[in-house]
């Protein structure tokens, strides 16, 4: 009985994200070595990584399914991001909340607590944009898009310009061009 009931408890888990295992880039990668980890979380609770207010929960709405996958090495971190919304109108609203976080908190804080953001638009999918944030100590460039219902974001550490010069972005555009195609495999992207 408790082996029966592990089973269904194991397949729920299992059902409970709807995306494929591979979905996202980072997902198959080496073998970690003793100073790096990757870490892959299926929660809906979790922000959007590229979180310029540093929020500690989401604030967006409708989620059906989101994985994300954390790379963090001695002086290197790497992220990407799904999130895939109950409809087109809600991954809109996403996008619209992440411009507006991206302007209210574009210059916040003083001394070494001082970040700084800054974003463009971007011709990917059917909404981007390419932000890059300055901390006291380090900083991070990453690429937002919506496919249909879905929402891609995939960034890295950076030391980013204001100008954000698109040849510095050239591996998280593309990668993003690829998830932009791989999403409209999923029929909830809607794209």
Request: with cysteine; proline share 5%; glycine share 8%.
């Amino acid at each position: 009985m408790i082996q029966t009931g592990f089973a269904v408890a194991l397949a729920a888990t299992m059902m409970s994200s709807g995306l494929p295992d591979g979905m996202l880039f980072m997902e198959s990668h080496p073998p970690a070595k003793e100073w790096e980890s990757y870490e892959v979380v299926n929660s809906k609770s979790l922000p959007l990584q590229l979180n310029p207010c540093f929020f500690r929960h989401r604030r967006d709405a409708g989620r059906l399914e989101n994985r994300a996958v954390l790379y963090t090495g001695e002086a290197e971190v790497k992220y990407e991001q799904l999130v895939v919304y109950k409809d087109v109108r809600q991954a809109e609203r996403a996008m619209r909340l992440l411009r507006a976080d991206l302007r209210k908190c574009a210059d916040v804080g003083k001394g070494i607590h001082r970040s700084r953001y800054f974003s463009k638009p971007l011709d990917v999918g059917d909404d981007g944009l390419r932000a890059g944030g300055r901390f006291f100590e380090g900083g991070e460039q990453a690429v937002a898009v919506r496919r249909g219902a879905a929402v891609y974001i995939v960034g890295e550490t950076a030391w980013p310009s204001k100008s954000l010069p698109l040849s510095r972005f050239r591996g998280l555009i593309a990668q993003a061009e690829r998830m932009t195609v791989k999403v409209c495999d999923l029929p909830e992207a809607s794209c």
